[in-house]
């Protein structure tokens, strides 16, 4: 089991910052690639960005590719994105996930992910 809790969430105006943070526990951190995921309402959950066991490696959507930036404390257990030039399209509760199965790749599929946090919400404001 593994257990993820993100914070850093909140109300920013359109053009600011967020950071999103997300602590593991429970689990060999540093054997699993981390991903961050959203959903709006309505819709259904989105891939946002993910980051390999290594940290070296990431990948993110097209829709915050230069925007976002996801990286990893391993020492720390921690996961971080963050969140610059939001947009109002932004808004969304944002998860963090552990990878299923420990691997070296950057998964990008809500099925490759068997851990999810609580969820943050992300509003921005225009």
């Known amino acids: 089991q593994v257990q993820l809790v993100e914070s850093g969430g909140g109300l920013v105006q359109a053009g600011g910052s967020l950071r999103l943070s997300c602590a593991a526990s429970?689990?060999?951190?540093?054997?699993?690639?981390m991903g961050w995921f959203r959903q709006a309402p309505g819709k259904e959950r989105e891939f946002v960005a993910t980051?390999?066991?290594?940290?070296?490696?990431?990948y993110y959507a097209d829709s915050v590719k230069g925007r976002f930036t996801v990286s990893r404390d391993n020492a720390k257990n921690t996961v971080f994105l963050q969140m610059n030039s939001l947009e109002p399209e932004d808004t969304a509760v944002y998860y963090c996930?552990?990878?299923?199965?420990?691997?070296?790749?950057?998964?990008?599929?809500?099925?490759?992910?068997?851990?999810w946090g609580q969820g943050t919400q992300v509003t921005v404001s225009s």
């Open positions: 996930a552990a990878e299923l199965r420990a691997g070296w790749g950057t998964p990008r599929l809500l099925h490759e992910f068997g851990y």
């Open positions: 429970g689990r060999t951190f540093t054997n699993v690639a």
């Open positions: 980051i390999d066991r290594s940290g070296r490696t990431t």
